[in-house]
């Protein structure tokens, strides 16, 4: 008896071994810092800025609701909330660094330090930090028990549902080295089911938790609120028709025009235009005089 699992009458293609093995550099662009182990490859201590906040991020998705959040609470005057931007290089494998491993073991950005308490604090985790700033500052969280518990439901959904944008349609449709016709429909199909379930939502709701901004929407707007504005992955907003989901469309736009969410986005931004691009921020004034185009 064959101890391969049942192919399920797939195409004659690749065959499932006993046990798998490591190939390493098997193609992909991301396939020079995938690795199936953790920890870190090499000592390397991270810098430490003079604010309180030190975040350690790139400008993806998952770092961007990190810097609006941030910013957001700047701009209602929690001075507490300063913070040294670093820029973390996945690419070149700065998250396996030993400083950065030491504030996240799982290797991924965005990670931050609170050096305002007795000891300092590591946080990592995107949901979790944005959860650590509302409780910390007492901010974009709503206090009505009904909007509070929604906002978290809707951030618990982006963290559990992220993955399948990101990793799965996203990696099969812009990334991997070939283009599987079932990988790439598997995961298109539940990306739009995804869109459908916010566009339902937002139809009867301003923000995710109701009338209130919240961490909840800072948490789902760079992901979703990025592909209806077709800026993710290429041309996937026009892959996945997403103009046709009219009120995500109206919610992702509002979100956009926060001052806040504009620079927000551009910190640790490495793509894109010159003009938005703040490699690293430690003042506000870098806004102004650090962008890529003024360096």
């Given at each position: ?248 469309k109206r919610w992702s736009s509002e979100i956009f025009a926060r001052p806040a969410v504009q620079r927000g986005r551009m910190v640790n931004r ?26």
């Amino acid at each position: 008896m064959s101890n391969h699992a049942p192919s399920n009458n797939f195409p004659a293609g690749y065959q499932l071994p006993e046990i798998w093995t490591w190939e390493q550099g098997n193609g992909g662009t991301f396939s020079s810092i995938n690795r199936p182990t953790a920890g870190s490859t090499h000592e390397k201590a991270l810098p430490v800025g003079k604010h309180p906040l030190q975040l350690y991020s790139l400008g993806t998705p998952n770092g961007v609701k990190v810097t609006i959040m941030l910013e957001e609470l700047l701009a209602l005057g929690h001075h507490g909330a300063e913070y040294d931007a670093w820029l973390i290089k996945i690419l070149d494998g700065d998250q396996f660094g030993s400083g950065f491993v030491g504030i996240n073991p799982n290797s991924k950005i965005p990670a931050m330090v609170d050096h305002s308490t007795a000891e300092p604090t590591r946080v990592f985790e995107s949901g979790s930090i944005l959860l650590y700033l509302a409780k910390k500052f007492d901010a974009f969280l709503p206090k009505d028990h009904t909007s509070n518990t929604e906002a978290l439901n809707w951030l618990f959904w982006q963290v559990g549902a992220a993955p399948f944008l990101g990793g799965g349609f996203g990696h099969f449709y812009a990334y991997a080295p070939v283009h599987i016709q079932y990988a790439v429909d598997r995961f298109t199909m539940e990306v739009k089911r995804q869109l459908d379930v916010l566009d339902q939502h937002l139809a009867n709701n301003r923000f995710l938790a109701g009338d209130e901004y919240s961490i909840a929407d800072m948490a789902v707007w760079p992901w979703y609120g990025t592909l209806v504005r077709n800026e993710a992955y290429g041309n996937a907003g026009k892959f996945l028709e997403a103009d046709s989901y009219t009120h995500l469309k109206r919610w992702s736009s509002e979100i956009f025009a926060r001052p806040a969410v504009q620079r927000g986005r551009m910190v640790n931004r490495t793509t894109g235009e010159p003009s938005e691009q703040l490699h690293e921020r430690h003042a506000a004034s870098d806004f102004e005089t650090s962008t890529q185009d003024k360096i």
